[in-house]
């Protein structure tokens, strides 16, 4: 049998099945820790933390430079523009949203991110 997500080979009784695919250990794990971005206790926590300047990876500068240069942009055309893949996205926005320095928005039917105003 194979990972759904990451394609590997699941040793015979090791599978997980969630939300309707068969998964591998760690696919399933990543899925169920990956950073939820509407979360009070983590913006909490990360603006107690982080003071006045945050401690951000390069990813996390890359994409507030990007918003601020271009904002508000989609997903999309964040990720092309910085060649990163969807998840590496999704993964250091939850960061930037908890700590309130990027924000989601509604643009139509089209969500849209752009710098957290203050």
Known sequence: MQCDKCSQSIPAGEAVAYQGQNLCEDCYLDLLAAPKVCDPWAVHAAKKEMGDKPELTVIQEKILA?????????????????NISEQDFKDNFAALRHMELARGLRKGDAVCYTLFER
């Open 66 to 82: 990007l918003l601020k240069r271009r904002g508000p942009l989609d997903m999309q055309q964040i990720c092309e523009a910085l």
